[in-house]
């Protein structure tokens, strides 16, 4: 079953602008990953969060976790045409080995 | 260093079928999962598989079954496909005490007609 819910499930924006996607979730964890996918192929790992971090940058990249709320925002600045994709949240829970729980993902298309 | 690689990248099977997927995980890493996408939904857990052995599993039925080598790559099997088994089935490897890191191939494209 999925972790959690991903909102926007869509988002069109003009290359330039910001991209904020949020990510919540059910249970403890361990950490939250943030994947980008292009076009139904692989996933490719953008950033790890740590349950007792609250913000991480990599990048045009920022990431907040909030464990009170169970919630996760994925900030992407002056956004690319080549950002194009969808984005999953995933979580490692606490206690669940090291498999990964995905979210519903978010498809992100940045317009010229 | 190598990436994960997934063969083939696209296959079509007829329902009641058997097939084998497989994957070569990333160099250093010596955990595989394997994960079902459906279309237009996140991946779903199926299992992994540490030094040769499941290693957790997720809700599939038995006819999900896999094997790892001793050099780390692994197959994921399922028999009797039935149409809901099409699927983006993707391999991730990753070293058993890093909870990140994980490092995906770029999947199979199973269509069961």
């Known amino acids: 079953s999925q972790q959690g819910e991903e909102d926007p499930q869509a988002l069109s924006i003009q290359e330039g602008e910001n991209a904020t996607m949020n990510c919540s979730y059910k249970?403890?964890?361990?950490?939250l990953q943030w994947y980008r996918q292009n076009s139904g192929r692989g996933l490719v790992h953008l950033i790890l969060i740590r349950s007792n971090e609250r913000e991480k940058h990599s990048g045009r990249l920022r990431v907040t976790l909030d464990t009170s709320k169970k919630s996760s925002s994925l900030l992407i600045t002056a956004s690319r045409a080549a950002d194009t994709a969808s984005y999953f949240c995933?979580?490692?829970?606490?206690?669940?080995?090291?498999?990964?729980?995905f979210g519903t993902g978010t498809q992100l298309k940045v317009e010229l | 260093e190598t990436g994960v690689t997934q063969s083939p990248t696209h296959l079509i099977k007829t329902r009641g079928q058997q097939v084998t997927l497989r994957c070569s995980s990333q160099s250093g890493h010596n955990t595989v999962s394997w994960y079902q996408q459906a279309l237009g939904q996140g991946p779903q857990f199926i299992f992994q598989y540490y030094r040769e052995e499941e290693n957790g599993r997720g809700n599939f039925p038995p006819r999900f079954s896999g094997l790892q080598f001793p050099n780390y790559s692994s197959e994921l099997n399922v028999n009797a496909l039935e149409l809901d088994d099409s699927a983006l089935y993707l391999c991730a490897s990753s070293a058993r005490l890093d909870p990140g890191g994980y490092t995906f191939g770029s999947g199979t494209r199973l269509t069961v007609v």
């Open positions: 249970t403890s964890i361990n950490n």
């Open positions: 995933a979580t490692v829970r606490t206690g669940g080995g090291n498999k990964l729980t």
